[in-house]
Nanobody, 114 residues
């Protein structure tokens, strides 16, 4: 059973930074891709992803502010978020994909507010 556990969410002021972490029970190279989604009231949207080869992609709204990275030895994926603004407020979910199967973490709340 694949497990994804997020941590690092919280309350931050506009302009501040946070780093989200996602711990997995699996060798991260078993996944075709891993990434982060977020959900405000409404649908869940892709924020950033990294594929097995290390190629990254980002939503336009976070390009230049967010960075996804991974540490294979620690079985961790990270999302560094800089210059946060209130529109970044959401529940952030770690995601992993093996072939056609999707796995999700439980989510961590990020609130950007003064």
């Amino acid at each position: 059973q694949v497990q994804l556990v997020e941590s690092g969410g919280g309350l931050v002021q506009p302009g501040g930074s946070l780093t989200l972490s996602c711990a997995t029970s699996e060798n991260i190279f078993n996944f075709n891709s891993m990434g982060w989604y977020r959900q405000a009231p409404g649908k869940r949207d892709l924020v950033a992803s990294i594929n097995v080869g290390g190629k990254t992609s980002y939503a336009d709204s976070v390009k230049g502010r967010f960075t996804i990275s991974r540490d294979a030895d620690k079985k961790m994926v990270y999302l560094r978020m800089n210059r946060l603004n209130p529109e970044d407020t959401a529940v952030y979910y770690c995601h992993a994909k093996i072939l056609r199967r999707d796995y999700w973490g439980q989510g961590t709340q990020v609130t950007v507010s003064s």
